[in-house]
């Protein structure tokens, strides 16, 4: 749209050009509104939305400013153009002179607030003073030019266009200096600049013409045709300034400008604009007067206000002088202060790395003069093995690496080497500095307590033995470079260690350790390494193959066999010990848990003997054994934790296939190991003493579940599974008799079943067995087949039931029933003997054929009913009614 005005009003100016001075004029006048007072109004909505999305006047005032001038040029020029057609005076000059000289500040001010031109007050006064400085001078010059050369030969111009061209002259000129140095968004800035300019010399022009058109007490008269040129150029300048304004202010930023570092502490960049126009006026006023010329009262006047503008600009120079010293004289007072007062060296490297500079410091901290290091090369000072990573990380930083830190020994001024860190930053892009800066700092003390540490850190204090860290470390080292007969890694730990410290005191179990250490010392080999890696547990990495190292464990394992004679006292321990070889393991960690892990197996392994085994690192029972050791964390607190359950196998009549009793099984689910069968967590229960808390919980829920079925009408018996501890334990008949009790359960229908190869044959399992029977509680003989039992015993064992297992009714692949005799054998003499059998595991018709033909008519197994929850444990039973037992 502003580019259709801006054609249209240049096509309307050329044709009208040659139409005459009225024509022109009113063509002119037209154009020059209409484009004003459109993009006046652009510009005032735009300052409006920025004031409405920032909420704050300063980004704003640049484009109102410069849109109020576009309006004051508008409105200026009707009224010119009215007060020329309606009279005969020379008011119409009066009107557009009035128009230049408002709407020519209202435009600067516009620029000089333009967001990106002048942030500072101090900043727009000097953009004011260059500008009145350099259009004043030049105004000087020419008219001092234009009288020496006779050109003023007519009448003098009148006061006021003499104030409208200077007017005109100053302004362009400030409105040149603000946009050459805007801040920031410097092409909106010269757009805006551009565009005040040109409206500012076309008010000045459009001013003058009308002087010329127009005579005191003439009509608008006609006049050469260069009036109509310049009314056509006056008017197309004048549409074209506005058009450039508004180009510019809405490419310019809606933020307020910040002040800028060179407006705050001032800047010398204005004064080469100033040099030029004050040169050229000394050379015309000095030629001037060479020449016998004289200065008239506008040249004189000019003058004035020319040494007046510079004379401003000056006194601001000397100001920003002055303080721009005081700043530097504060600065370097300051850094005078840091590097006196300061610890480190600052060293000054030329692109050559040679000592062009050195703090005070040097000869302070390092005893260093001038004399003993400038013009040197900085690795000359340094010790020579610490010389070529000094001359690395000096490359390293001349090639664009930063943040360099140097360790390094220093010569000091008494020939002593220091123990330094430096620190690189180069700055030779910094024309005050030129060079690569070094900072060195004196770290004597924190080296030598960083040794101390490291000893400390490295050895045991109780032992002087390697530490754990230690140890590892040695172990990576060696693994880095290890073959297939690399070395060994040996773990033992003192079994029963703890109980020492509780039975004589901490000043026992330290002798103890120490007797320990020196034991361990004694049976290795002077290339092996002994380490303590806390507590009781001791290591030991050697050079030797696996099979010497085994012999090599062995001799440990019986070092701390022997007694602790100590005084006063006489100590017994054991240790396990646990190999692993370097070979196949990830790293010093893995190797040291393989040895650990082949430790815990052999502790394992021995325990209910005298201790002391050696166990070499085998895959195969890794898996195992962490399984295992999950087992022990999570198996105490099973019964709170409500993870154990029950499931029933029903025991058939073989010959009515019709249900008389349950076996109780116990189960555990446990929400990360799933479900763990009791093979796998009641040996661990009895290792940890849990044995009878699982047996209990385990006899109450069977007692209780009993009582629900009975409760039903099903006239069922129950068999609950108890361990040879539970059977020994003094308590077990008074647990037994509660759970009856409590239950309402008869004695005979609950069946007491303990495994034959966990049976003890001892008068106390008589005696325990007994006891049942005397409570109306039956007992049986579970796996019957599985254990050491011999027949003979049957008939001194208070027993009830045999359960025989699968092994004596299982026909073996190729061979043709060698296993009825042995059932015939069994179940005969169990019936003479009053005890009835069931045979268990039946899997297959082949074996209820078996036991059937043998006499035996009670059978348990998958064939018949698996093990399952009470819900459809009593499905079954529905389906299948019991008889009466």
């Given at each position: 749209m ?17 139409a005459?001075?009225?024509l022109?004029f009113?063509?002119?006048a ?8 459109v993009?006046?109004v652009?510009l005032?909505?735009l300052?409006?939305?920025i004031?409405h999305?920032?909420?704050d ?5 640049g484009a ?7 309006l ?6 009707a ?8 009279t005969?005076?020379?008011a119409?000059?009066?009107?557009a ?13 516009g620029l000089?607030?333009l ?15 260059d500008g009145?400085?350099?259009g ?11 009288a ?10 009148g006061?006021?266009?003499c104030c409208?061209a200077v007017t005109c ?15 920031r968004h ?12 040109l409206?500012?010399?076309g008010?000045?022009?459009?001013t003058?013409?009308?002087f ?9 008269a ?7 040129a310049?009314l056509a150029v ?15 202010a ?7 400008t910040?002040?800028h ?34 200065f ?7 003058g004035v206000a ?8 000056e ?5 920003d002088i002055?303080r721009?010293?005081?700043t ?6 300051h850094?005078?202060?840091?590097v006196?007062?300061s610890?480190d060296?600052?060293?000054?490297l030329?692109?050559e ?6 703090s ?12 003993d290091?400038l013009?040197r ?16 990380a000096?490359r390293?930083?001349?090639a664009?690496?930063q ?5 390094a020994r220093?010569r000091?001024?008494?020939g002593?080497?220091r123990?330094t860190?430096?620190?690189f ?19 004597g ?5 960083q040794r101390?540490l490291d ?17 590892l ?10 073959t ?12 029963r260690?703890?109980s020492?410290a509780?039975?004589?005191g901490?000043?026992?179990?330290d002798?103890?350790?120490i ?10 080999g002077?290339?092996d390494?002994?380490?303590r890696?806390g507590?009781?547990a ?8 696996l ?16 007694p ?12 396990d010990?646990?190999?692993?070889d ?6 010093a ?15 394992q392994?021995?325990?209910g ?6 166990e ?6 890794e898996a195992?054994?962490?399984?295992r050791?999950d087992?022990e ?14 499931v029933?196998?029903?025991v058939v009549?073989?010959?009515?296939r019709?249900?008389v009793g349950?076996e109780?099984?116990?189960?555990w689910?446990?929400?990360r ?8 967590f ?7 003493g ?9 006899l109450?829920q069977a007692?209780?579940?009993?009582s ?27 647990t037994v008799a509660?759970?009856v009790?409590?239950h309402?359960v008869p004695a ?8 034959e190869a966990s ?6 399992a ?5 006891g ?13 087949g599985?254990?050491p039992?011999?027949?003979?015993h049957?008939?001194?064992?208070p ?11 299982s026909?073996?692949a ?5 296993a ?10 169990a019936r003479?003997?009053g005890?009835?059998?069931v045979?268990c ?9 078996v ?8 059978g348990?197994?998958?064939l018949?009913?698996r ?6 444990v009593?499905a ?5 009614r019991a008889p009466?037992?």
């Open positions: 502003f580019w259709l005005v801006l054609v249209t009003a240049g096509a309307a100016f050329s044709a009208a050009a040659s005459g001075p009225v022109s009113g063509a002119v037209a154009g020059v509104i209409a484009g004003s007072l993009h006046a652009s005032i909505r300052a409006l939305r004031h999305g920032r909420s006047f300063g980004p704003c005032r109102g400013f410069l849109g109020m001038g576009a004051f040029t508008g409105v200026g020029v009224v010119t153009g009215f007060v020329a057609l309606t005969s005076t020379a119409p000059g009066v009107a002179a009035v128009t230049t000289l408002v709407a020519a500040p209202t435009f600067l001010l000089l607030l967001p990106g031109t002048a942030p500072t007050v101090r900043a727009r006064l000097r953009r004011l003073l009145a400085g350099i004043v001078t030049l105004c000087y010059s020419v008219w001092v030019l234009a020496a050369t006779s050109v003023l030969t007519g009448p003098l111009p006061a006021v266009t409208v002259c100053v302004s362009v000129a400030v409105a040149v200096v603000t946009g050459l140095r805007a801040v410097r092409p909106a800035a010269l757009a805006c600049a551009g565009g005040s300019a409206s500012i010399v008010l000045g022009v459009f003058v013409l009308l010329e058109l127009r005579r005191p007490g003439e009509p608008l006609p006049g050469a045709g260069w009036v109509s310049g006056a008017g197309l300048a004048l549409v074209a300034g506005p058009f450039l304004i508004l180009t510019g809405r490419r310019a930023d809606d933020t307020p910040r002040p570092a060179a407006d705050a502490g001032g800047t010398l960049a204005g004064y080469p604009l100033l040099v030029g126009p004050v040169l050229l006026a000394v050379a015309v006023s000095v030629t001037h007067l060479l020449t016998g010329g004289r008239d009262a506008v040249a004189v006047g000019l020319a040494a007046m503008a510079v004379a401003g600009r006194g601001l120079a000397a100001r002055r721009y010293a005081r530097l004289a504060t600065r370097e007072a850094f005078r202060a840091l006196a007062g610890t060296v600052a060293i000054v030329d692109a790395l040679v000592v062009r500079w050195q005070p410091a040097a000869a302070r901290q390092f005893g260093l003069s001038d004399q290091v013009g090369p900085l690795t000359d000072l340094l010790h020579p093995a610490d010389a070529a990573p000094a001359g690395d000096l390293a930083v001349l664009g690496r943040h360099v830190l140097l360790q220093l000091d001024g008494f002593h080497w123990d860190e430096s620190t930053s180069d700055q030779r892009a910094a024309p005050e500095v030129g060079g690569v800066v070094v900072h060195v700092r004196d770290v003390d924190r080296a030598q307590l101390s000893v400390i850190t490295w050895t045991d204090d109780q032992t002087s033995l390697a530490n754990r860290r230690k140890f470390a040695a172990v990576a080292e060696t693994h880095r470079g290890s297939a007969e690399a070395g060994c890694v040996l773990v033992a730990e003192l079994d260690f703890e020492v509780d039975l004589h901490p000043t026992v179990a002798a103890v350790l007797e320990a250490a020196r034991r361990l010392r004694a049976a290795i002077p290339e390494l002994p380490a890696l507590g009781a001791f290591a030991v990495l050697t050079g030797a193959p099979v010497h190292a085994f012999a090599l464990a062995t001799r440990v394992a019986t070092a701390f066999a022997e602790f004679h100590l005084p006063g006292h006489t100590v017994h321990l054991t240790a010990v646990g190999v692993a370097l070979h196949g393991a990830a790293g960690e893995d190797v040291l848990r393989r040895a650990d892990i082949a430790r815990r197996r052999a502790r392994t021995s325990r003997r005298d201790g002391g085994r050696v070499c690192y085998d895959r195969s029972f195992a054994l962490v399984r050791t087992l964390q999570q198996l105490p607190g099973v019964v709170g934790r409500g993870e154990l359950d029950l029933f196998q029903p009549d073989l010959g009515s019709l249900p349950t109780a099984l116990l189960r689910r446990h929400p190991l799933g479900a763990v069968p009791p093979h796998e009641l040996p661990v229960a009895e290792e940890l849990l044995a009878d808390e699982l047996g209990e919980w385990a109450h007692c209780r579940q009993l629900r079925w009975r409760a039903d009408g099903r006239d069922l018996w129950m068999s609950v599974n108890a361990s040879a501890r539970q059977l020994a334990a003094p308590g077990w008949l008074a509660t759970a009790d409590t309402c005979e229908s609950l069946i007491i079943e303990v495994a049976l003890p044959d001892d008068a106390g008589v005696e325990q067995l007994a049942l029977r005397a409570l109306g509680v039956r007992t049986a003989i579970d796996h019957f599985t254990g039992t011999a027949l003979a049957l008939r001194r064992l027993v009830d039931v045999l359960k025989i297992d699968q092994v004596l009714f026909e073996p190729g061979q043709r029933a060698p009825t005799p042995i059932v015939d054998v069994v179940v005969g003499l003479r003997l005890i009835d059998v045979a595991g039946l899997e297959t018709e082949s074996h209820v054929d036991v059937r033909a043998a006499g035996c008519r009670l348990q197994g998958y018949l009913s093990p399952d929850h009470a819900e459809h009593e079954y039973l529905e389906r299948h009466l037992f």
